[in-house]
């Protein structure tokens, strides 16, 4: 279809798309945005869970010891509510970076 129009189809090269080895320039700056938006949500989500299980090793503490944020537990609420806005966080941010990223490379051509 695209040799009815005149154009050549472009070579092989040009349709390798590497996610752990991007191309230079626009890919790769691409995927570190990526890289670094995965990154913060698995610390988020993963290690914080971790490092206060390694903080809190005592089993024998009742509810009431447990610190409150809001009236609600700690764990209860980082789990029930700051995952959920730190999602719609790095979702924001991620969509600024890129849009950021896409303007200033539409403005080099």
Same mark, same amino acid.
């Given at each position: 279809?695209?040799?009815? =129009?005149?154009?050549?189809?472009?070579?092989? *090269? !040009?349709?390798?798309? =590497? &996610? &752990?080895?991007?191309?230079?320039?626009? /890919?790769?700056? *691409?995927?570190? #945005? %990526? $890289?670094?938006?995965?990154?913060? $949500?698995?610390?988020?989500?993963?290690? /914080?869970?971790?490092?206060?299980?390694?903080?809190? =090793? !005592?089993p024998t503490r009742t509810l009431a *010891?447990?610190?409150? %944020?809001?009236?609600i537990p700690a764990y209860f609420w &980082?789990?029930?509510?700051?995952?959920?806005?730190w999602f719609i966080f790095l979702c924001?941010?991620? =969509?600024?970076? #890129? !849009? $950021?990223?896409?303007?200033?490379?539409?403005?080099?051509?």
């Amino acid at each position: 279809m695209s040799q009815a =129009n005149g154009q050549t189809p472009p070579g092989r *090269e !040009d349709l390798r798309v =590497n &996610f &752990f080895r991007p191309r230079p320039g626009f /890919m790769r700056k *691409e995927v570190t #945005i %990526i $890289w670094v938006t995965l990154a913060a $949500w698995a610390v988020a989500t993963f290690g /914080m869970p971790i490092y206060l299980a390694i903080i809190h =090793n !005592d089993p024998t503490r009742t509810l009431a *010891e447990v610190p409150y %944020i809001f009236g609600i537990p700690a764990y209860f609420w &980082f789990s029930g509510q700051f995952l959920i806005l730190w999602f719609i966080f790095l979702c924001f941010f991620f =969509n600024v970076l #890129i !849009d $950021w990223l896409s303007s200033s490379y539409r403005r080099r051509r």
